[in-house]
Structure formats: structure tokens, C-alpha cells
């Protein structure tokens, strides 16, 4: 094959479907095979990815295993954010915001070793084939991305079976049937979907939350904690300064504790279709209510409206795939812009699958108790200027009245 | 006084300083005052508020005490559910809706009587003055607007009781006193603020919240129920059919029961001071997560993220109050547009201060497991599509990521 | 062929190209061709396009050639010019808006001849591919559209030219060699794009122009017209009522002898590359300038500022062929809703190359004298509002001042 | 009077009117008066407004006058350009963008000699006082505005006469009577309003124009210049680097010539009015244009688009006098972000009223004509991927058009 790639960087997180295409990589193209496996807080082991992909072939030097959960956090998690992000009213697009840092890694370890392709796992119905290539794309315009669930003829679970078999590739005893779920996990969030929940009428059965307490099994006393942020990023709980990792790791552990962060989700995919997500944010949902909170008092009206009406193109834009996009970038430099003084503290309550803000307190408020006070306000505001602001506001009001009376009449 | 009011329309509760402002407006400007008393579904009896009046002097003629639950409910409640409006990020607008209704009702009867003004009893430093003069002057041009509270000199509690005193107006024990708080309310929610609230650092007390049961006294068990929906609005309670305003009473009642609706809010005034309210919005947070669990299957994604993108603005206008202007009726029409397959049945899980979608079903669903399925889709969904997909939306990545090189390689 | 086409309703204009691909299709599928050719103004006669179908072997009952002008300027073209669309600031989207009309009658004319399919002669690099096939698909989900042009391997002038020799199709000495650019015509404009004008940097030759008189050849003394307009439509020219088409015709007929409409563009093809074109838009210039000066006088601030804010994506969606598309449902119904009142009449001065209202009158105007004088304007306005609108606007930017202030004195 | 202010900085022009205001300070308030006149390139002599101050008491280290031409265009002109800035699709704005500016000084000149206020000449009907307060309160908090059109009891112009000549201030022969209009006019525009021109009907006589040659009037050759853009701003013409001021000074030199940038408007005020203006932007509008062109080129579509969409609130804001506002920011910051390689040269054909893009290039260009060609492009695009786009664009209208095809058979 003529146009075979040489060297191919892989998504790799140790499983048997990314085994599955690191063998077919290698026999479809005889292509050398780079792994990269990243540690985004998902909550497994990595040291049986490398000793797998030795196993299968790999040069010791062409096993990449990152802990990647500070610069996850950081620069991708938090930045997000500070927009108040939500996909369609709900998602906190806990996938989405990590396929962005994965193809930045494989393209720049591409480049380290001189490969000319990146690879991953992701099937040709989904967005995180849209994602994981968009970035590839907008980092190496020269890259080539090879997805296999688009390419190969692996297309049911028998086959697949056969093909690790024939490949000597292991398979651990409860993969050999369907999974009854597909699941995604990192450090915001953990996503399930498909099959057993492909019936949006039918309740995702308990078994399905995998991160979560239920909120009927969570403590049944409220549960308050206190979160400190700088310049709209999380930067200490409880007064106890935290990295970005180490607090939203603390957040996910309060929320799996008192049930926070469940969602049952039908959405729009980009490709076209809607399907159906259940999706647990634990520390996420703790996050966004506390920012929200925190802007309350330290984000001006002007500024707060327009994040609000620029959100739903941000979003948007993560869930799509296009975090490395001139447009993307742009919203971010308006919203950061907003962010320098949303500092302070939040305080709330945690119960039973609920996060809510019950105080916010800071020294860049803008709360002014002497303007809004129902007593005595020596004289912070003359209750005059309202009746002169409303004249003006109706003004035009009042003329289109009018002028509709006038025509009215005259039809 | 040459341009005193002949006649003026007051919306009048029956409370004491609705009185007071009835006598001042008798006593300043020697005017025949007509009251209307709405049943917005306060959860008040309205016959003291006629007897109150009679007593005050006004004649039976000029009394008006009407019951606009459905009303309510059907022209203002449900258009503005149908955008998922919440302003600012969690409102969900309780307060707002309710002022253009009461300023449509003051007009009618002031156009009735031949009145040459409307008064109400709103402050100059709140929201509610503007949304009651928007709205009146853009029904009716010529009307005046009588705001006492902006006018008069009684401008501390003592003025108050001595004026009421002087007229005879009935004082309620509890109410020489200063109130802890300020409410208002009515079927979609109850808003408390000022005093004891005004400092939002300090959680609440429990007394403070008068419509919803503790979420840690709710029930121990969930409970589920299905919200049958018609072209975006809410037609039925577990298949039973309901008018408006009686479903909304209904979803009420859950609510209470399941602490749901709670919210401890600091928001931005039109009027450009910040300020902090308790909400309770027991069947309006139920509705809200319902319809869009409904929208989930049955609104297209074109249609939903333009919905989204205008949602903000839309609440905005309602917070305003610029419910009877032009911008608002274009969003509206382009709103009401998007909801004509909005028709189904949404299954929610109550419990402890949450209401959950946990199905969603429908005539009318877009959600096509054929097409999503991880399992053989027959053809549905040619997976090699998405190759050629995802390579157009990356060309302008790819050009950008290339002359991005091109000058970084010549700079 | 087993999953060939039986029947194949091809868009025709009678000239080389799609001839060809007539034949194409009955070579290559076997299949029965049924063309369709529009009047949509290019300016062309039809007659040839019946004969040469004809020649070609198509059943006189397989042609349809159809006078589509009224419709497609009453149904297409004056909606849009409701919301003073321009894409990317500057073009007026002549060729985007008759693309969905083409295949609204090439789908209708499928379902009476129970033809499985369509078929075009766009070319797979551009955007009318995407116009085409998305108003099929949005009005039939089940038709197929053919793209020879994405599929064929007559890939170059000689291979086409071998193939139409082959098959007797008559080709006219002109259209041996490349054509220097290609063009598209309508009622609404003329496009010229490709070959001689692919350098952007290079001033395109006079020669390009096909339907306006350069603005140095164009009368030395301006001419003046009057719009009238009724509901956001253009109704009459110098008093004179006319049909949609009729007076587009003859405002291209103002434009051509003018010079008005030129626009030498480069834009964003949604298939994410950047071209060339030259647009001429004589009627259309005019048209929109007149609009908008109906709009200054007719049109309240608030829904003109909505409007012109909802502008860019509507304007996106018809050129990127979402014509047939719930959000642009939406937007259609926020856009007409606005136009109720626009009604009147403009005065525009045409003058080498430009067209510029000079004056605009209406029984509908919002426009007060009596506010806006300089002259004493007998208390229609109130100055010392304007202290009152003022400060409660700069409230919150006082509040920010301070706080600002605040924070840098206790860094 | 106890709360008169003490030391008041005001904008003044030398003009009779704000001569007229700098005396009635004195003897209203009898406070010391500081006068600030700027050079904003509005083609009038300064030193006369010197000794006017000087002949009206003022002290010599109270007159401030300042050339701001520089600073104007450079941190007001540009930046507001990179934006393509148009208010209600037409008004470039002229005025608007002069306001901040002087605020700014007035605001820095009352803090260097300790003044408690400062004053403007603006009426109570415009949008110049709304932007002359907001800027100032939002630099200075406690800063005092006066405004004495809204304030004083020279409401004719008899009585400004009179006081003038009860105060000795000098009065030109031609200021005797009422002008016919009003004019504002900087290195930027020229506006003419009022009187004369109230009658939006009626055309403008040629009379009104002051700073363009008439069309009919302007050179029968056209003239093309080539404007360099670094960053988004134009920094040289045919190749010569220039200043910002010089820059604009010399393109309006060329407008001039050709009648460019002459606009008949009707606006709607921020004060709920609509207003007529005649506005000359020479300079400005060929500016406009080659900031587009060179846009075409350069700037990616994703980032364009997000700029059309952000525009008009943008224009709003500015017209509205929000310039220092967290909004403004937040939005210029967007807009700065996407002009990192707006860099350039545009070729413009100036002829008679208009100045049209004819060629564009650049080191930074997007524009591929590898991809574009209509002739072989050797691989660069693959036309068979638009097919996989347009079914993946096309899929959820076709699931809409099946469920709609789907509810109708079943209604």
C-alpha cells in the first residue's frame, strides 16, 4: 500500500478496543506504532497500558504515558468555565473539553518522532471523532488522521473477537460479550451511552451511575463547604489553597458523596443525530453553581449579559469539536477579559444532589447595601432619576403607541 | 393643583400601603380613585381587599377584583416557558411576569372609567416601577403614571403609620412594625428581599421561605410524575388534562411537597444596583426542566441553539420590562415558531429539592435509534460520511494552520 | 447497475454543461430524464432548452420549463430583503436565494413523476452542491441528488468536449475552449467567478461585467426614483404599482444604466475555502438601500437593533443552502413580525454607481418633529428626564469605578 | 448656594454657545471655571478659543489646550475600524467616538487641579450628553456633571443673545440669528442636524455638505490608492508609512475630492427618538471599505462571522456611550484578538461618491488558489468529501422532514 503511513501515533488507553487497532495498524498499514496513553484523572491504573503495549509490539521508546491532570484542569477545564459553559441548556461537556488536549499531545509527540499520522478509537457516528481531528487538523495541517471504526471491516463484536484472538491480543473475560453501556471518564466527568440506554422513555438504571452516590443513598444531614476563587478560577476550598487538579479532585469527591451532578441527557450530536447521554459531573456542578455565585456580586450587569448571550456559541463551539478555532479563541479573550475581578468566596450547601449557593462574599463586590437598602440610604440614589429613566426608556414606546393608534384609525 | 389626575386606576392589594397610597392619592390630588385587585393566585382572599376599599371610601362601582389566574398562566407564563427563560443564569422570572398583566388590567379599566392615570405602589429603586410604566405607556400613550412612592415625603415607617393613623386607615398588629422582608407573590412565585436579606454573605433563615417545604423535611422517597406537553406547553399532570393555571397549581403542589424552587439569588436591576432575593418557584422549576426535557426529542438543533442564543436577550426584556415591545414580540414569534412539534410526554423524578427528567416520549420525537444506534443500523448511517464531514470543516483549520507557519517561518 | 436510478429529474439549463451530464445520466444509469428549466430571469430564452432536450431524446412530457419569476422574487427574494441580508458585510446573496426554489421544483416534480432522484451540474467545490441538496433533502428525506460532477471522471475541458462528440451533442463554437470564468444569472443578480478572476489582488476586467454600465459610461446626470414600500415590500416605482418581478426588472433596468450593484468580493465558501467573484446586483443595490431608508423612519430602535443583530446568521444560513430549515423558519417569523409597519416611500438619487436615499415619507413614520426640534417643542420632551436616564444608566458603571479604585488602593 | 460646585472643567470650543456656558458657570455658580478645548482635527483654529477664555476671565494655567488628533485616532478611530463599526447599517459613527475621548481629558484635567465637576455644551435631547456623563462617571465616580442645557432658563435664542450681550461676550455677526443647523465636525466627520434638515423628506441641499465635494462635482477619472494594514489598522498609503492622523487626515483628503462618505440618515437616539442627520465621513468610508477588503483575505470565515454577529452591539454600545464600559472591553477584545493577522494591502478605485475594492494581497493570506481552481488542483481537494458533508449537514433536516411527513399522515 503506496500511500501506507510509517509511523502512526495512538490514542491508547490500554483497552481492548485500542489493542484492537494498535494490531490492526500495525498488519493493515505495517506501519510503526507510538502509543500515547494519558492519564486525565479517569481513575485507572496506566502501568498495564505500557506493559500491554510491550506486550504487543511497542519499542519501550514509543510508549508515551502522561499524567496530563494539572494541564487538563487548567488550561482547558477551567478556562471553559469561566463562560458558564453548558451544551443545550444542561451537558457541562465533560468530553468534549478533553479531546482537545489529547490531540495536541499526539500531534506534538508526532512531531517529536518524525510520524506522519495520528490515530484514535473513535467511531464514525459520534462527535469525538469530529473533535479529536478538528484539532489534529488546526495543530498540523499536514497531519493525517486515521480512524479506524471508518476504515476497517471489525464492524460487529464477533469480529472483533476473532481479530484479537487471531492477534494473540488478551481479553479479559467480561469483554468478551457487549458492554450493556459505552463509557467516557476523566477528571470532570464520567459519560455513559449507548444500548441499554438507547431508549430515551426508559429511566438509566441505577447500575449505570458509576461515580455518584445516589442521592437517596447520600448523607441525609446538608453538608457546607466554602470555595475560594481569583480571577474566576476555583483556587482554594475551605480556605485550604488547592492546584487546579487537586481541588476539582476534592469537588468530585463532595459531589460523589452527596449524589451532585447526575444528568439524563438527550442531546444533539454535531453529526446530525440526537442520542441519549447519562452523564455524572460531580465536582463540575459544584464548580459552575459556585462561579456563578462568585459572579453575582463581582460581575457587572454589562458584562455579565453579554457572557450570558455569548455562551451558547461558546459551548457550542467546545461540543463541536473547534476549542482550536480563531472563533473559540476569540470568545475566550472576551470572557477572560471579564474574569479579572471575579474573586472572592462562595459558600454552599451540599445535599442530596444538590449544590446551592447560600452566601458570597468579596472584596471586589459590587453589591452596594447603601444603593439597595430599604432603609435610609442617605442619599445613594434619588428615587427621582427612575422616574426620568423611565420616560426615556418609554419613550419610544409611547411613539410606536401612538403611532399605531393614528393608523389604526385611519385604515 | 391644575394638573392633578382626575381619575386613577390603582393597583391595590389591600394591604397597608396600597391603603395608604389610596388615601394619599385622595388626599394630594383630590381624585376619584378606582382600585383593581388581581387573583394572580397570591394565595390571599380578595374579599377583605373590596371590603378595605369600601371602607376607604370607594364606591362599589369603582372596585375591580378579578381573577386572571388563566390568564396569567396561559398569555404570559407559558409564551415565556416556551423560551426556557431564565435571567441571568437562574431566574426564572416570577416577579417580571406578572407587572405587564397588571398594567394591561389598569389600562382597560382606566380606559373604562375615562381615567386619566394608573398608580401603583412599586418603589423607585426596584424593577417593578419600570415594568409597570413600560407596559402601561406602550398600551396606552396618553395614560399618566402615578408612582407615590417616588412622589410623597413619607419616607420612613414612623410617616407611614402616623399617615395611616391620621386617615384611619385599619393597621394590622404585625405590620406597625417594620416587616423583615418584603414579598411578593403569586401562582408562578414567591420573591422575598430587603432587611434581614440584604446581606449576601448570610444563608437565609428557614422563616423566610413560606412555599416550599425544607428540601431536608421533604419526603424520604421520590416520586414520579409525567407532564403531557402540546406545542410547547404544559397540557397535563399523569394524563390528566388541566386548564393553565390549574396545572400550574398542581405542579405547585409538588413542588411545595418536594422542597423544589428554592433559589438564593443576587441579580442585577435594570435600574443598575445589584440585589439579593430569596425565590421560590416550586411548579415554575418543575415546567422549566420538563420542557426541556420535552424539547431534548422533539425540537430540531438548528431550532434549539438558535432558541438558546436568544434566550438571554429574551429574558432580559421580560426582567425589563419590555414585555409589550416590539423586540419582544419579533423573539416571541420566532419562539413560538420553533415549539409546533413541542408535543409529548415527559417522565421527572421528584425528590428532595430536585426535579429530574428521567424519559421523554413523543409522537413527535426526532430521536431516531436507528440512526444512533452502537448496534447494526441497516444503512441508516454511512459511517464514511463523517470522513468527508470532518475534512470540510477543517479545511479553513488547515489554511489558518498553515499561513499561521508560512508567517511564524518568515517573521 | 442494481442501484441505479429509474428516473432522474435533472436541473436544466440547455447549455453544454448540463447536457452532458443529461446524457451522462442516461449512459451511465440507464435511467429516465426528466429536466426542468427555469425562467428565474437570466435573461435567456428557454425555447432552445426544449429543443435541444428533445434532441437529447427527452420525452416531450419529461420537459417542464416554468416561468418561476413572480414566485421566486415574491416567495425568495423580498423575504430576504425584510432583513436586509448581506453576507459577510457586503454581498447580497443573488445566487444562495434561487438554489432552494430550483430544488423545491425539482422535488415537486419528482413526486409527480414518482422519479427516485435528482441531479444538478454543481461542481463539488462549491456552495450551490450544499444549497441544492440540503432544500432537497429538507423537502423529501427520501429523494437521492445525484452530483455528476462528483462523480463523473470527465475531469477536464477535452475529456467533456470527447464525450458530448461522442454523443452527438451539438456544442456551439464558443464553449470548445475554456470559458474565461463561469457565470450564474438570475432576476436578482449576476455572479462571475473562477479562471481569470481566481487573483484577488489583480482588478477585474471590464469585460467581466455583463449587466451594469460602467459607472464612467453611466449618465452624467442623476436620476431620482421613489419606492414605494408596503409591509417591508417594494410595491410601486414613481407611483406606479407592480408585481414582485416586474419591478425588480425594472429597478435592474435603473441599476444596469446607473452602474449601481458591482461588488468585486472575496468570501468564505461554506465548503471552508476562500473565492473570488464578482457579483452585480443592480435592482437588488437599490433595493436594499431603499429598504433600509423606509426601515430609518418606520421601524421602532428596538426591533431594528434586534434585527440587525439576528442579520448575520440569517444571512449565513441562506448562503450556506439552510433556506429550508427550522432556524431559518424562526428567524423568518422574528423578521416579518417586524415589517408590519413598514410602509411608505423613499426617494433615492441613482448616480454612477450609487444609490442613496435622499428622502423617505409615511403615514406610518415614527419619526416626531415635535421631539426632535431644536425648536421649542411644547413640552413633548422634558430635558430634565434626561438626568434621571442618565444617572441610572451610569450606576453600575459608578459602582465598578469604585470598586476598581477600591481594589487598586488596597494592592 | 451650598452644594454649588467649587472648580468645573469644561469642554469648550471658543464657540458662542459654550462661551455663553463658561459665563453662566461663573455667575451661576460662581465657581472657578477651567476650560479644556482639543484639537480632534475639526479644521478650526485654537488660539481664538485661548483668548476668548482669556477675555472671559479665565486664567491662563486654567486653559487647557490640547491636539488629540493623534491620540484620537490611534486609541479611539482604529480600534472602533477594527470592528467594521456601523451603527443601524449605515452611521460610521463619526461623533460618537469623539465623546469618550473628551471626557477622558475632562475627567484628568478636574483631577490635576482638584475641580469638582465638569461641564458639556450638550442639550438634553442628544445621545452627546448621555456620552459625555457615562464616560465621565466611569473614570471618576464622584465626579459632578453639568449640563447646562438641561438646566438653565435660556431656552430661546433671544435670551441666549441677551444674556451674551449682558455679559459682554463677543457675538460673530453670523451667530446673531438661529444657524440653519447644527454641526459637530473631527478629524473623522462632520455632522449636520436640526432646523433645516428636520424634514427627513426632504433632500438635503448641497448647501449642508461642508467637507465633500458633490459626485457631480468630483473628478470624471477615478483615482486608486493603496492602503497597507498592519494588525488590522491602515498604516500607509501607496506604500508611504503615516501616523494614524496623518493616515486619516490624508484619506479624507481623498474623499473630499470624490464626494466619499456622504450619508442621508435617520437614526434612532439612545433618548427613544428618532433624529435626522447628514453625515460626511470621507477619510472614514474609504477606510471602511479597505478594512474589509483586506479582511477577505486574511481573516479566517469562523472568526469573520463571529465579528459580523458581535457588531452591532458593538456599534450600539459606542453610539450609546458605553465606550468605557466592562461590555466594550470585552467585545474590543474579541475583535483585537481576530485582527492578529489582518495584515496587508487593499488597491481601492475611488470615482464619484464611491471607493470600491478592486485587488487585495497579502503575506498573511488565507486565500488558497490551489483549493479554489477551476482547473486541476492536483489533489488539494477531494470533491467526493463534500458529499459525506452535505449528508451529515443535510441528516436532521431529513429526520425533520420525515417526522413532520410522519405527524401529518397520522393527524
New interface residues.
Given amino acids: 500500500m503506496s500511500d501506507a503511513p510509517k509511523k502512526v501515533v495512538l490514542a491508547y488507553s490500554g483497552g481492548l478496543d485500542t489493542s484492537i487497532i494498535l494490531k490492526w495498524l500495525q498488519t493493515e498499514y505495517g506501519c510503526e506504532v507510538i502509543t500515547f496513553t494519558a492519564d486525565l484523572g479517569q481513575g485507572e491504573e496506566l502501568e498495564p497500558a505500557r506493559q500491554k503495549a510491550e506486550l504487543l509490539g511497542i519499542k519501550p521508546e514509543n510508549i508515551h504515558i502522561v499524567d496530563v491532570r494539572e494541564e487538563f484542569v487548567r488550561d482547558f477545564v477551567f478556562p471553559m468555565f469561566r463562560a458558564?459553559a453548558v451544551y443545550?441548556?444542561?451537558y457541562l461537556l465533560g468530553t468534549s473539553i478533553a479531546r482537545p488536549l489529547i490531540s495536541q499531545h499526539l500531534v506534538k509527540i508526532a512531531q517529536q518522532h518524525g510520524a506522519d499520522a495520528v490515530a484514535h478509537g473513535a467511531?464514525?457516528?459520534g462527535n469525538d471523532?469530529?473533535r479529536f481531528?478538528?484539532s489534529a487538523?488546526?495543530?498540523?495541517?499536514a497531519i493525517r488522521v486515521i480512524?479506524p471504526?471508518?476504515e476497517w471491516d471489525l464492524?460487529?463484536r464477533t469480529k472483533l473477537i476473532e481479530f484479537a484472538e487471531k492477534h494473540q491480543i488478551p481479553i479479559a473475560k467480561d469483554k468478551r460479550g457487549e458492554a450493556p453501556f459505552?463509557v467516557d471518564a476523566n477528571l470532570l466527568h464520567t459519560s455513559s451511552e449507548?444500548?441499554a440506554l438507547?431508549?430515551?422513555?426508559?429511566?438509566?438504571p441505577e447500575y449505570v451511575y458509576q461515580r455518584t452516590t445516589s442521592?437517596?443513598d447520600a448523607p441525609?444531614t446538608?453538608e457546607y463547604i466554602e470555595i475560594g476563587f481569583d480571577k474566576g478560577d476555583a483556587v482554594s476550598i475551605d480556605g485550604q489553597a488547592m492546584s487546579p487538579a487537586t481541588l476539582l479532585a476534592a469537588l468530585n469527591e463532595y459531589g460523589r458523596k452527596h449524589g451532585i451532578g447526575?444528568l439524563?441527557?438527550?442531546?444533539?450530536?454535531f453529526?446530525?443525530?440526537?442520542?441519549?447521554g447519562i452523564y455524572e459531573t460531580p465536582g463540575g456542578t459544584i464548580l459552575l453553581e459556585a462561579h456563578?455565585g462568585i459572579e453575582?456580586?463581582t460581575l457587572?450587569?454589562?458584562?455579565?449579559?453579554?457572557?450570558?448571550?455569548l455562551?451558547?456559541?461558546y459551548a457550542?463551539l467546545i461540543y463541536n469539536?473547534?476549542w482550536?478555532?480563531?472563533?473559540r479563541?476569540?470568545?475566550q479573550?472576551?470572557?477572560?477579559?471579564?474574569q479579572e475581578?471575579v474573586t472572592g468566596t462562595v459558600?454552599l450547601?451540599l445535599?442530596?444532589?444538590?449544590a446551592?449557593?447560600?452566601?458570597?462574599?468579596s472584596?471586589?463586590?459590587?453589591?452596594?447595601?447603601a444603593?439597595?437598602?430599604?432603609?435610609?440610604d442617605a442619599g445613594a440614589?434619588?428615587?427621582?432619576?427612575?422616574?426620568?429613566?423611565?420616560?426615556?426608556?418609554?419613550?419610544?414606546?409611547?411613539?410606536?403607541?401612538?403611532?399605531?393608534?393614528?393608523?389604526r384609525q385611519?385604515d
Same sequence: chains 1, 2, 3, 4.
Fill in positions: 458558564n443545550e441548556g444542561q467511531t464514525g457516528k471523532q469530529v481531528e478538528l487538523y488546526a495543530l498540523d495541517p480512524a471504526w471508518r464492524t460487529s459505552s449507548g444500548k438507547e431508549d430515551p422513555a426508559a429511566e438509566a442521592p437517596e441525609d446538608p447526575r439524563d441527557f438527550v442531546e444533539n450530536r453529526v446530525g443525530m440526537k442520542s441519549r456563578r453575582q456580586i457587572d450587569a454589562g458584562a455579565g449579559h453579554l457572557k450570558d448571550s455562551m451558547p456559541r457550542e469539536g473547534f482550536f478555532s480563531p472563533e479563541e476569540m470568545l479573550a472576551a470572557i477572560d477579559k471579564s475581578h459558600r450547601k445535599y442530596k444532589g444538590s446551592t449557593t447560600v452566601g458570597r462574599w472584596d471586589h463586590s459590587l453589591y452596594s447595601e444603593h439597595v437598602t430599604f432603609e435610609d440614589y434619588d428615587q427621582k432619576d427612575a422616574a426620568g429613566f423611565i420616560r426615556l426608556n418609554a419613550l419610544r414606546l409611547k411613539l410606536l403607541a401612538a403611532r399605531n393608534a393614528r393608523v385611519a
